[in-house]
C-alpha cells in the first residue's frame, strides 16, 4: 500500500522545496552563476589566491570589499578588479593578528552594507615540524584563523539571513585530509578551520547560507615558495629538487593556478551552488590520495 506518493510537483506545492532557492533560469534551464548584486568580503586579497578570487567575483559581477592589513597593495588589487557591472569596489585596512582590528572593520562596514558572500583566506604560519614548534605559535595562528573567522562570520549572518542569501568559503589546505610534512601548526590549525565550518554549515542552511571550505593542494604562490625554500633549507638540496618531487605526487604533474582556485570559488559563491553545504572540496590536481 502507498502512504504517500511524492513527486517534484508535490514537493514544491507542499512547501518541501523553497522555489526561490532553486536557482535555474527559467528560460533555458541553465546555471545561474552571476553574481550580479552581490557583495563579496575577500581576506587576504592583495595577492595569491585572494586576488585571483577577487578577480573573478568582479569579472562575475560582484562588489568586492578586499581586507588585507597592506593599504598599499588593496589599493594596487582594488585597481585591477573588473568594473563591467559598475561595481564600486572598496577595502578595508585590518591587521589578522589583532582580531579586534578585524572586528571594528567589519562592523563599520556592515553598519550601511550587507555582505552576501564571506571567503576567509589568510596566510599560512612558517614551515616546521610539530615536536619543535612553542606553543605560542599554535595560539597566534589559532587566532588568525579560526578566531577572525568566527569575527567575520558572526558579523555578516545576519545580514546574510535577511537577504536570504549567504555564502561562506574558507580557502584552507589538502593538509585537513593528509597532514603535509614539515607544516605541524598549519595542519593543526587547518583541521580547526575546517571542522569549525562544517559545524556552522548545519546551523545556518535553513537561512539560505551554504558554508563550505575549498582544500588547496600545492599551488603557484608566495606561500608554496617559501614552503619549498623551507624544505629546501632543512634537507639540504636546492628548491629544484623539491619543486619536481612535489610534483611527481601530482597526477596533474603541475602546481596548480590560483586562477583554478578561484574558478571553484566563484562556483561556490553562485546561486547555482545553493545546495552545495558543509563541504571540503579538494582542489589539488588529483595530489590528495584519499576518496
Not at 63 to 72: M, Q
Not at 122 to 143: H, N, R, S, V, Y
Not at 241 to 247: D, L, Q, R, S, T
Request: aromatic letters at 6%.
Amino acid at each position: 500500500m502507498v502512504l504517500f506518493r511524492i513527486t517534484p510537483i508535490s514537493l514544491i506545492k507542499e512547501g518541501f522545496v523553497n522555489r526561490s532557492d532553486l536557482h535555474l533560469c527559467p528560460e533555458r534551464q541553465q546555471m545561474n552563476i552571476s553574481l550580479s548584486g552581490k557583495y563579496a568580503l575577500i581576506c587576504g586579497s592583495t595577492q595569491g589566491i585572494g586576488l585571483a578570487i577577487a578577480k573573478e567575483f568582479s569579472s562575475a559581477g560582484a562588489t568586492c570589499v578586499l581586507i588585507a592589513r597592506n593599504k598599499e597593495g588593496l589599493e594596487k588589487a582594488v585597481s585591477q578588479l573588473s568594473i563591467a557591472h559598475l561595481q564600486k569596489h572598496q577595502y578595508l585596512v585590518a591587521d589578522f593578528t589583532k582580531p579586534s582590528e578585524v572586528k571594528q572593520a567589519i562592523e563599520g562596514f556592515i553598519k550601511n552594507n550587507t555582505i552576501h558572500i564571506l571567503v576567509n583566506n589568510t596566510g599560512g604560519p612558517k614551515p616546521g615540524m610539530i615536536a619543535d614548534e612553542d606553543e605560542q605559535k599554535f595560539l597566534d595562528t589559532f587566532q588568525q584563523h579560526v578566531i577572525c573567522n568566527q569575527v567575520l562570520a558572526k558579523a555578516v549572518i545576519p545580514g546574510m539571513k535577511e537577504a536570504r542569501y549567504g555564502r561562506i568559503i574558507n580557502i584552507i589546505s589538502t593538509s585537513v585530509r593528509i597532514p603535509i610534512q614539515n607544516l605541524g601548526v598549519s595542519n593543526t590549525i587547518r583541521a580547526a578551520v575546517a571542522s569549525w565550518s562544517k559545524t556552522l554549515s548545519n546551523e545556518v542552511a535553513e537561512s539560505g547560507i551554504t558554508v563550505n571550505s575549498i582544500l588547496t593542494g600545492y599551488t603557484a604562490t608566495a606561500r608554496l615558495q617559501s614552503v619549498i625554500e623551507a624544505n629546501a633549507a632543512k634537507r639540504g638540496v636546492s628548491t629544484e629538487v623539491i619543486a619536481k618531487e612535489m610534483i611527481d605526487k601530482i597526477p596533474a604533474k603541475r602546481f596548480g593556478d590560483p586562477a583554478e582556485i578561484a574558478a571553484v570559488a566563484a562556483f561556490l559563491a553562485s546561486p547555482a551552488a545553493s545546495f552545495v553545504n558543509g563541504v571540503s572540496i579538494p582542489v589539488d590536481g588529483g595530489g590528495t590520495g584519499t576518496i
